[in-house]
């Protein structure tokens, strides 16, 4: 893996915990030599997985609409910032640019970008895991809706089990090196890239 989207909250939530699994996920990312792909604000969990990424010597790319950046809540010293017109183009160059989708704790954005990956991966638009760092049992409620998806048959287990869940970003990061798609939901095209 070459690349991690990083999905999280722009604020930095009530639990201090949150703060401190950002910090150590863009710690890991830089490490590993792997980029983090991110939204580019400079405030909340997203700037402090930003900030210690690029602490630890890592290459940070984020990608931010314009009407975001002139409201001053862009990080200003990223390796790269794309700034795109709008937030769908945002979610789509995102994607384009990562080889996975991981959410640490946010709020309806981060819930909104990884179900979309996750459609997407469903589909086979593309093979790339998607998954959640869930510390303190933030995203349980959300496993719990989405198991119910399954038992009451809007959605195959499979499709259900393809979410990889982990305590911290270190066993997410784990499980994603070992990640095997289903095969798409129709059928219909071999999995590829469709950005």
């Given at each position: 893996m070459n690349s991690l989207c990083v999905y999280c909250g722009s604020s930095?939530?009530?639990d201090p915990g949150f703060m401190e699994e950002a910090r150590?996920?863009?710690?890991?990312?830089?490490?590993?030599g792997i980029t983090l792909v991110y939204g580019g604000g400079r405030v909340g969990l997203m700037g402090a997985v930003a900030d210690a990424a690029l602490a630890a010597g890592g290459r940070v790319v984020g990608v931010m609409p314009a009407d975001l950046v002139s409201q001053e809540i862009a990080?200003?010293?990223l390796s790269d910032l794309h700034v795109?017109?709008?937030?769908?183009e945002r979610k789509w160059k995102?994607?384009?640019l990562a080889d996975g989708f991981l959410c640490?704790?946010?709020?309806?954005g981060t819930f909104e970008e990884i179900f979309e990956q996750w459609t997407w991966a469903l589909l086979g638009f593309h093979a790339k895991p998607c998954g959640f760092v869930n510390l303190g049992g933030y995203y349980d409620l959300l496993r719990g809706t989405i198991q119910q998806m399954a038992d009451k048959g809007f959605i195959a287990q499979q499709y259900v089990d393809m979410l990889i869940y982990a305590d911290t970003t270190a066993e997410a990061l784990e499980r994603f090196e070992?990640?095997?798609?289903?095969p798409p939901k129709w059928g219909v095209a071999p999995v590829e890239q469709r950005y």
């Open positions: 930095p939530g009530t150590i996920a863009g710690g890991l990312l830089a490490k590993a990080h200003t010293g795109v017109n709008s937030m769908h995102m994607a384009e640490l704790p946010g709020g309806p070992a990640y095997v798609p289903p």
